[in-house]
Each structure stands twice: as structure tokens, then as C-alpha cells.
């Protein structure tokens, strides 16, 4: 036996406790985001020089453990939707529960089950405003749907129709980003229309949505 | 029931953001307290014999355990303290150990401090700090910030119950134009207008049903608030001091998806209910605290209040949650302006979240201080005019919201 294998096997032994390995592994960091720590990286003063701001630079990696509720986010990297089921009363869900949320179950573990990719739209809106990291995307359609026979409704986005077109109770399918570029996080799917949906015919409503709508197309088209 | 709690006084800083709201947290708990003991002669801050602190995210402030830098700036070492947070309810929720602690008999007089400095990053970013409230592994990266959340249920929720986009516009243009009556407000102190309804509807889209101008404002802001058992209350302010009558405490889940079929609710309230439309954490706590205070009808037993107006549509759910107009009336309460300084029950004279503003940890505080002022009949002293002054009002209530309605608290005040 190599030395280098028993060394690791006597590394091993003396844990108490069982470490997985990590053999597939994959960064999307930005180029160039680096992690510096805390710094102080400048300030300024008013004119009247009563009042000072100081400017602090923070960035970190964090690492979210999935721990049980991993299958889900590995069932993503492999195009599929995994819900959960509860053994004693049936329940499933998407998102996911590793244990019942019925208060008659006793908090029993779930089983993991394949879902179906088609989904129902519960409730939805059309933001034209988001978060940092989602600027450039707009307008998006996101809804509340439920996949399969799921107890819950799950946030994504649908894609694939008019943000003035979108319908409470419309079907939907999942799709998912192609194999290479899926990360195991939410965004790997979207929802679309199910085949042969057809939008409805022109609404006071649909008309509303699509003069709120229009300026944020323009207002993307500035954005660097 | 333990010892009556009550409200003797409390001041915030003015609300801002950006260049003008630019002192410190320690400096501006400081004026709060400076302004309360103004009003207060009497108050001693070594009456004080807990101090508790109402802060969101340490991500705003970059510094964890902020609550000690005030406690220790205010001469306060050798005092017991601790930091409540829960959401957007942490004010409410601070408010609520308060009370349990006075209740209880073991403190006497306890202190709050509650703040936010939401402008220590750029709006977007700020959006996603708020947003990482959320369930971030599902929620976070698809569009998610909570003006989509809100939406959605918003959206829902206003087809179920025929409410129009101007029914709600309505209630942002009330609550801007109150605020312009209220000189520590943001919308005062920044924007300053008078806008319409006609201006809601043409402000920019945030996620539909909503707009810009139905949206609160990210703000830096700090509120200190007195609660003391009665004895303390008839010392040093016996006669503009307010009981604290009824109080409740609920909470729901925190991916609004999760609650169409949730078996407590079904259980608490049957099938169907509260979907993704209804705050049921602010349904059931209402109940408790209507209970506490004998309210059986509260559109007629309460006179007015400081509501958790995160958005307008918000404020018409809350309407419906707080029991004040049911599904079959909600429109008509709504167009009959009943919430209006001049109807039947005057909400967020004050200006609430969309006029005062929003610092998160402090602005269940701002209502708390709003409603007391009313009750203590000083809004003469404290706002410009008395066009914001409810008319002799005995009994108010105070609402704090969190998440996706994830955490809700309801006070019922009154004076004695
Ligand atoms: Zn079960």
C-alpha cells in the first residue's frame, strides 16, 4: 500500500465522525472578486468639515450545507424536480420538507419522490424593479406555481410569453438550462407555457400591465 | 394578569436617507432619549432597569452586536440588555418582551432603543440585504426582493376582493400627504409633495400591482420608547401616560407558497384559508389582543391607527386582516376613505411606513410613538398642524409586520 494511502486511512481513523468527500466540485466566482477581508478602503468630509463618512469593503464566500435537503439541489444539476413525501399522511412537496409538517406526524423523516415537470400558476406578478443582481433581467414574469400534486406553491420565473399575458391557473411546464451550464441552484429551471397554451385575447388589464411594462424594456437598454 | 403595562413616553430621530440622515447610531439614540426626557421631566434614565434593542440586520450596520455600543454610550454598563430581532416585527416584537417583562413583575421600567441604517449601501443592494430574509436557496435568485413577494399576493388577493389599483394608490397618497404634516417624516424632509392618486398610478413599476409610490422607503432612522409598570407611569407622567390594553404575537411561514394548505391554519381556521392572499399571523394576533382588551367590534371600538404599511396594498390586506371590513365590504371601506384623516377610522396619521418611513428595527417603534403621542395628546407639540390629529381619541392600535406576513403583532392602547 502507498504510504501516502495509509497516512490518509490513519487521518481518518482518528475522526469521530464520518467526513464525505468531495470529488466533484465546481466554481462560478467572477473573475477577479477576490476575498480581502475587512478594509477601510477611503472616506470623505463635508465641505464644512462637520461630518465624515467612511467607506468599509466587506466580501465573503459563504458555503450553504445542504445536508438532507441536498438530493433536491442535485436532482437540479440532473434536470430533475425532487419533492418529498410523507409516509403517514401523504403530503408532498416542492419545495421541499425533510420532515412533516403535520403536528399528528411527529416530525417523521419524507421520501423522496421524482415530480412530474408540469405545474399550475397560483399567483404572479410582473416586477420591473429587482435586486442588484437581477437588474438586467428585467421585466420578469414571476410566478407562484405548484408543481405536480404539490402542497405548496414554488417561486421561478416563466419565460416564453408576453408579461401581460400571463394568467392565474395557466399550465406550465418545467424547463431546465442545458446540462453544462446548471449550478444545483433555482434558477437552473424556469417554467414556460405548457405546449398548445395559447394567450387569451386583449384585456383593460393586459393593456395596464403593458403601459407599465414598456418604459422598463427602455430603462434595461441603459443599463452597462 | 400580572402588572398593567403602560407607555409614558418615547421620541425618534428624524427619518432619512442618504446625505441627510447622517448621525451616528449612538448619537441618535442619544437624541431620542434627549427629546423624551424633554417631554418628561420627571424620567431619569437610571429608572430604566432593562434595556432592550430592536435591530434587523447587523448587514446595514457592518457590525455585529451594535446594541452594545449604544447601551454602553448612554451610561447604561451594569443595566441588563439584549438585542430582539424578528423581521420587519421587530419593533412590535421588542415592544412585546417589554410588556411581558413589565407584566411579569420583574422589571419595572424598561427602555427600548430601535434602529436601521439602511443607506450604508446602494438601494439595490439594500433591496437584497432585506431580501436575504427570504428563504435565500429558493427564493433569493428568482427576481426575489420583497416587493415581488408582496405582489404576487397582492396580486391575487386584490382580484379576489375587487379592489382596483387606485382603491390602494389611495392609501399611498394618504399616507405621503399625512407625512407632510410631520417634520421628522422622510417623505417631508426628502420628496415634500402632496401627490395624488393619478401620480401612484403613473410612478414607475415595481412589480405589478405596484408602483413606486405604493412602495415605503429605505431609510436611517433610530426611536426610543418607555414602558413601565403604573405605579412608575403615575410618578412621572401621571397624566399623559397610555396602557398598553391588549397585545398578540403570531407568526407564519416564510415562503408565501407554503401557506396555501399549512394543516395549522387549516386547523386554526379551516381549509382554503389564508392561501397566499390573507395575513393570517396578522388575523390571529389581532384576536388575542382584541381578547385581551375586550374589542368584539373593533371598527367601533377603535378610534385610530399606526399600521405596518410596507406597501398601500399591504395596508388594505391588513384592513381585512384586522377584521375592520370583511370580503363582501372591503371595497366600499376603502372608497368611502374610511381610513382617511376625516373617516371612520384614521390609519397612519403619522405618515406609517410610506410616509415616515422604513428603518426596519425602529419603525414598529414609530407607530408605537405615533399612536402614544395621539392618545397623550401631543400631536399639537409634535406635528405642524392638528390637521393630523385624531379628534379625541381614547383607544388605538399598533400593527408590526415581518417577511412575507411571516411575523405580525398587534397592540391595543388606550389612555386610562
Ligand atoms: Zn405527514
Not at chain 2, 65 to 82: F, K
Not at chain 2, 125 to 136: P, V
Not at chain 2, 168 to 178: E, F, Q, R, T
Amino acid at each position: 500500500m502507498a504510504e501516502s494511502v495509509v497516512m490518509e486511512q490513519k487521518r481518518r481513523k482518528t475522526k469521530y465522525a464520518v467526513e464525505p468527500n468531495f470529488t466533484e466540485k465546481k466554481q462560478f466566482r467572477p473573475a477577479g472578486v477576490q476575498e480581502t477581508g475587512l478594509a477601510f478602503v477611503g472616506y470623505e468630509v463635508s465641505d464644512d468639515r462637520q461630518t465624515m463618512n467612511q467607506f468599509l469593503h466587506y466580501d465573503q464566500l459563504y458555503t450553504i450545507r445542504h445536508g438532507k435537503n441536498s438530493p433536491f439541489f442535485i436532482g437540479l444539476l440532473e434536470g430533475k424536480i425532487m419533492g418529498t413525501r410523507c409516509p403517514r399522511c401523504g403530503t408532498t412537496w416542492v419545495p421541499i420538507r425533510t420532515h412533516c409538517w403535520s403536528l399528528d406526524c411527529d416530525l417523521v423523516e419524507t421520501d423522496w419522490v421524482e415530480m412530474p415537470l408540469t405545474a399550475t400558476v397560483h399567483t404572479w406578478t410582473v416586477a420591473g424593479w429587482s435586486g442588484r443582481s437581477s437588474l438586467k433581467r428585467l421585466p420578469i414574469i414571476l410566478v407562484y406555481a405548484v408543481i405536480g400534486d404539490s402542497s405548496v406553491a414554488i417561486a421561478n420565473e416563466l419565460h416564453g410569453v408576453k408579461p401581460w399575458d400571463v394568467e392565474f391557473g395557466m399550465p406550465l411546464k418545467v424547463v431546465f438550462k442545458p446540462k453544462d451550464q446548471r449550478q444545483g441552484v433555482i434558477t437552473d429551471f424556469h417554467f414556460e407555457p405548457a405546449d398548445g397554451w395559447r394567450p387569451g385575447p386583449m384585456t383593460a388589464e393586459k393593456l395596464r400591465i403593458k403601459e407599465l411594462v414598456e418604459p422598463v424594456y427602455e430603462w434595461v437598454k441603459t443599463l452597462k | 394578569m400580572g402588572e398593567r403595562v403602560c407607555i409614558v413616553g418615547g421620541a425618534t430621530t428624524p427619518f432619512d436617507y442618504g446625505a441627510t440622515g447622517f448621525e451616528s447610531i449612538e448619537g441618535g439614540a442619544a437624541d431620542c432619549v434627549r427629546e423624551a426626557m424633554q417631554d418628561l421631566p420627571e424620567f431619569r434614565l437610571r429608572d430604566l432597569d432593562l434595556m432592550l434593542y430592536s435591530h434587523f440586520s447587523v448587514h446595514f450596520g457592518h457590525q455585529l452586536a451594535p446594541e452594545w455600543i449604544i447601551h454602553d454610550h448612554l451610561g447604561l454598563a451594569g443595566l441588563p440588555h439584549y438585542r430582539v430581532e424578528n423581521g420587519g416585527n421587530t419593533g412590535g416584537s421588542a415592544l412585546y418582551a417589554a410588556a411581558l417583562a413589565v407584566m411579569s413583575g420583574h422589571h419595572k421600567a424598561v427602555g427600548i432603543v430601535g434602529w436601521e441604517t439602511m443607506d450604508s449601501v446602494s438601494q439595490s443592494q439594500g433591496s437584497e440585504f432585506i431580501a436575504l430574509a427570504s428563504d435565500i436557496r429558493y427564493e433569493l435568485l428568482v427576481g426575489g426582493i420583497y416587493p415581488i413577494y408582496y405582489a404576487a399576493m397582492a396580486n391575487k388577493w386584490m382580484k379576489e376582493n375587487h379592489v382596483t389599483e387606485e382603491d390602494v394608490a389611495s392609501i399611498a397618497a394618504k399616507n405621503k400627504n399625512n407625512a407632510m404634516d410631520n417634520p421628522k417624516a422622510q417623505w417631508y424632509r426628502n420628496e415634500h409633495r402632496y401627490i395624488t392618486v393619478d401620480d401612484v398610478m403613473k410612478s414607475r413599476l415595481i412589480a405589478y400591482p405596484i408602483k413606486k409610490y405604493d412602495c415605503s422607503l429605505m431609510s436611517r432612522g433610530v426611536a426610543f420608547l418607555i414602558v413601565c409598570n403604573e405605579a412608575y407611569a403615575k410618578k412621572v407622567n401621571p397624566d399623559g401616560y397610555v396602557t398598553v390594553d391588549g397585545m398578540g404575537l403570531s407568526s407564519c411561514t416564510i415562503r408565501a407558497g407554503d401557506r396555501i394548505n399549512y394543516p395549522s391554519w387549516k386547523e386554526r381556521y379551516g381549509p382554503g384559508y389564508p392561501d397566499m392572499t390573507e395575513f393570517a399571523a396578522c388575523r390571529c394576533s389581532a384576536e388575542q389582543a382584541y381578547k385581551m382588551a375586550g374589542i368584539k367590534d373593533p371598527l367601533h371600538q377603535i378610534d385610530f391607527g399606526e399600521i405596518h404599511d410596507a406597501f398601500s396594498t399591504s395596508e388594505a390586506q391588513i384592513y381585512k386582516a384586522l377584521g375592520l371590513a370583511d370580503g363582501e365590504h372591503i371595497t366600499q371601506f376603502l372608497r368611502d376613505h374610511s381610513t382617511h384623516m376625516d373617516g371612520q377610522i384614521p390609519m397612519n396619521p403619522g405618515g406609517g411606513l410610506l410616509g415616515y418611513g422604513h428603518p426596519v428595527g425602529a419603525t414598529g417603534l414609530m407607530s408605537t410613538i405615533e399612536c402614544y403621542y395621539q392618545l397623550a395628546g401631543m400631536i399639537p407639540r409634535k406635528h405642524l398642524s392638528t390637521k393630523t390629529q385624531v379628534s379625541n381619541p381614547e383607544c388605538g392600535i399598533v400593527n408590526s409586520h415581518a417577511g412575507t406576513g411571516t411575523s405580525i403583532s398587534n397592540f391595543i392602547l388606550r389612555r386610562p
